[in-house]
């Protein structure tokens, strides 16, 4: 098998962290996304998509989204668990992993990419102000997920979970978007500490 990695883009690392925290291995390509490699002809080939992480099975299968990727090594690779085991717990980290995506991660992605120079080749048009209108909307979201780490130690729950990896890649991501995590939101920062000195934080 093979992954189709991409460098420090947030949803190529959300598969590594998961990689890492699992102790698995996989043998990995990077493509260049500052070079538009997503889409070369060959690489469009494997996701017409053109996104990245792509995992590639030995007999051909393509498996796009890095919540399927991850899911695929999990059901491999059950222990330890990163989704959950009784029913109530998948659920609730399947759920903290939408909201973190819907309303964290893919609000910052907007920033990023529709401000930052480097993504204007990729965002076409870049719409500075859809930027502007995320910003309040990731703060309230911020805030909310403070108030949520003062109850428990990890995002869904008392185990560390992949929800736990989503928020970790979303809340790095904000610095390359000029965003910042407010000193107030203690439970947050505490929780960002924590998450930072696990080893699969360096993936
Ligand atoms: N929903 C997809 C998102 C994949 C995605 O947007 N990847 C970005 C990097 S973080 C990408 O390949 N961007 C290339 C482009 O926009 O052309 C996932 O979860 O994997």
């Known amino acids: 098998m093979k992954l189709y990695d991409g460098g420090r883009a947030p949803n190529p690392r959300r598969v590594r962290v998961y990689l890492a925290e699992k102790g698995i291995s996989v043998p990995t390509e990077q493509v260049e996304l500052g070079v538009l490699g ?50 109530q717990d ?57 108030g949520e780490l003062k109850k428990r130690t990890y995002v869904a729950g008392e185990n560390f979970s992949v929800a736990d990896i989503t928020a970790l890649v979303a809340v790095d991501f904000m610095k390359v978007s000029k965003l910042s995590v407010p000193d107030a939101l203690a439970h947050l920062r505490r929780w960002y500490q924590a998450m930072s000195a696990r080893p699969s934080a360096a993936a």
């Not at 222990?79 to 009784?86: A, I, V």
Request: hydrophobic fraction near 50%.
């Open 90 to 146: 998948i659920a609730h980290i399947e759920m903290w992993n939408r909201r973190l995506e819907l309303h964290l991660l893919f609000p910052i992605s907007h920033v990023f990419r529709n401000t930052h120079p480097a993504m204007k080749e990729m965002e076409v048009p870049q719409v500075a102000a859809w930027a502007e209108a995320n910003k309040p909307r990731i703060a309230e979201f911020l805030t909310f997920l403070d």
């Open 38 to 87: 997503q889409k070369s002809a060959a690489f469009t080939a494997i996701n017409p998509i053109q996104r990245v992480p792509v995992l590639v099975l030995d007999d051909g299968t393509v498996i796009a989204e890095s919540i399927a990727i991850c899911r695929y090594f999990e059901a491999l690779h059950p222990d330890p668990s990163l989704f959950g085991r009784t029913p």
